[in-house]
């Protein structure tokens, strides 16, 4: 029904979540009308992709040797804010009110799904919080069982020093991902965090 490098970039679009087939026809068909000068930018952005790594430092995304936030000598190195996800490090940043450094923990543990402590990017934030001046962690993760799981083990393991680590309160929805809280109520949670007990 159609040419084939139509048919390409509608399942190319389908695989991105939330499309559908509709969605996806529609989005092609968008790529379609585009200027060949458009084209070609938009081809390039999707090729860059590829440069796209992982911080040795934070385990955020960065297209350099480390991430923008690792790299900044004006930020707090004496806090560091642990999130699930590099989308999360995105949220925060948008507050404006914060300006020490994250730790991305890439996954929850999570032993129903066969995901263990040693699976996710905690022994790195353990060796930070030990070879750095840290004075506080601040654990913004997901309030599920997971969640609540990986927060637990973070308390543990870093009890053996000296460092406070605190979460932010209760009053997000349970279950709730972090990426659809709205920027008031994490702004309010970050300045009513608590310690984890």
Known sequence: MYPECIKKIIESFKKLPGIGE???????FSVLGFEPESLD?????????????????CNN???KDECYICSDSKRNNETIFVVEKPKDVVLFE????????????????????????????IKSLEKRVEENN????IVVLKPSIEGETTMQYIKKILAKYNVKVSKIPIGIPMGTDIEYIDSMTLEMAFEDRQDIS
Request: hydrophobic fraction near 35%; proline fraction near 5%.
């Open 22 to 28: 509709k969605s996806a026809e529609r989005m092609a």
């Open 41 to 57: 930018e938009f081809a390039e952005a999707i090729e860059d992709i590829k440069k796209i790594k992982r911080c040795p430092i």
């Open 61 to 63: 995304i960065t297209d």
């Open 94 to 121: 948008k507050m404006g009110n914060y300006n020490g450094k994250y730790h991305v923990l890439g996954g929850l543990i999570s032993p129903l799904e066969g995901i263990n402590p040693e699976d996710i990017n």
């Open 134 to 137: 840290v004075k506080e962690v």
